[in-house]
């Protein structure tokens, strides 16, 4: 759906998703220690996720459900 925007056009390897409690804290954190952000926080109507890539260039997600449940 290329209404979704160009953030959400991946190509290559997929990616890892890994829970957490607080995506935006997970990604300032990320940045104080030099990780790439991909894709800044995105709130959805369930969960909240962003994307990192590890120093291999790897995607890995950061995902957080809003209910509080991970899976």
């Given amino acids: ?14 990616c890892v998703a890994l829970a ?8 300032a954190e990320c940045r104080r220690r030099g990780v790439r952000v991909l894709i800044e926080p995105v709130e959805t109507s369930v969960c909240w996720m962003a994307w990192i890539a590890d120093p291999d260039g790897n995607r890995i997600c950061l995902h957080s459900r809003k209910n509080g449940t991970a899976g």
């Avoid at 209404?3 to 290559?12: F, K």
Wanted: net charge negative; charged share 25%; proline share 18%.
């Fill in 1 to 14: 759906d290329p209404s979704r925007g160009p953030q959400w056009d991946w190509q290559g390897a997929p």
């Fill in 20 to 27: 957490v409690d607080d995506v935006p804290a997970a990604i």
